[in-house]
């Protein structure tokens, strides 16, 4: 008597346009959590958001915990 066997093999593979996307979610919000001192609202604002500094207040506590020194 013979006998069949079948054998799957699943190759799941991540997108390389997902890798693209994520990583520039990602560069994005390293920016914005760590860099921004009002480069991003400025162009809405102009001079005025380089004193506000919008961004910074909200993120300071995680800029922190990040090890990012802002002062």
């Known amino acids: 008597m013979s006998e069949t066997r079948q054998i799957n093999v699943s190759k799941t593979k991540v997108p390389k346009l ?9 560069a994005a919000g390293l920016f914005v959590v760590g860099f921004d001192q009002g480069h991003i609202f400025s162009l ?10 919008y961004i910074h207040e909200l993120t ?7 090890g990012f020194p802002c002062h």
Do not use: K, N
């Open 44 to 53: 809405v604002y102009g001079e005025q958001a380089f004193t506000d500094l």
């Open 60 to 66: 300071h506590d995680m800029r922190h915990a990040a």
């Open 18 to 26: 997902a890798i693209i996307a994520l990583s520039i979610i990602f």
